[in-house]
């Protein structure tokens, strides 16, 4: 079957450190990947996407990610925390084959971050 | 302007009612999607349509039906409404069916409560 997993529901890191938040994939073909963030009672917002090209993949505000083929895994990163970094992030994967447009998503890392 | 629009924001009802919850994108997508989050925030697509045809139906109960009049538009009605249809549901768009290029684009979502 193909899933998606964070394997940590909650990340918790001081302001100024920097944070990875973990995805691993298990999927048909050549994956499309993907980050996402939830704020509270908010949609979800586009982070960054890795196709293909240059494993390590920079986003939005200051995050970026690193694709490694060989684990099958897409770790999210940001050098330096904020608190307003503080949210619900989701991985997600779009396998390479049998293309339904279709998302599979991770079931989400909560991310704390403290001054 | 918002680009992925949900209505209504939040909705309470009771058991065995029949309701709709309205998406409309203003992006020129081609294709759009439901998603369920339930409330550990797990994500899970029910439907999504390709210029107004049907895509993906994701096992999902026959009591949910979708309905997409044009490109812009994809409407959910749920009949029959019970305890475990409470949840928030996500609206999405994406340009095309290949998602990967761009990923999709999410509504904020309607809270769904059945008392």
């Known amino acids: 079957a193909q899933s998606v997993a964070q394997p940590e529901d909650q990340v918790n890191v001081a302001e100024g450190n920097p944070l990875t938040v973990k995805c691993t994939y298990s999927?048909?073909?050549?994956?499309?990947l993907f980050w996402y963030v939830q704020y509270p009672n908010r949609g979800l917002q586009f982070l960054l996407k890795y196709i293909t090209g240059d494993n390590l993949v920079k986003g939005s505000y200051g995050f970026e990610a690193e694709f490694n083929k060989s684990q099958t895994s897409f770790h999210l990163k940001k050098p330096s925390a904020l608190v307003s970094d503080s949210a619900l992030y989701f991985c997600a994967v779009r396998p390479g084959s049998g293309n339904t447009g279709k998302l599979i998503f991770g079931q989400g890392t909560t991310l704390q971050v403290k001054p | 302007d918002t680009a992925v629009s949900q209505t209504p924001k939040y909705l309470v009802t009771q058991m065995g009612n029949d309701k709709s919850i309205k998406c409309e994108q203003n992006l020129g997508h081609d294709t759009m999607y439901w998603y369920k989050q339930d409330s550990k925030k797990f994500l899970k697509i029910m439907f999504s349509y390709n210029n107004k045809e049907l895509i993906i139906n994701e096992t999902v109960p026959n009591r949910f039906s979708p309905k997409s009049p044009d490109k812009a538009h994809l409407n959910l009605h749920i009949n029959s409404l019970e305890l475990g249809d409470s949840a928030v549901y996500f609206c999405?768009?994406?340009?095309?069916?290949?998602?990967?290029?761009?990923?999709?684009?999410f509504g904020s979502g309607t809270r769904l409560t059945v008392v």
């Open positions: 999405a768009s994406s340009q095309s069916i290949g998602t990967g290029l761009y990923g999709y684009t």
């Open positions: 999927v048909s073909g050549n994956p499309y």
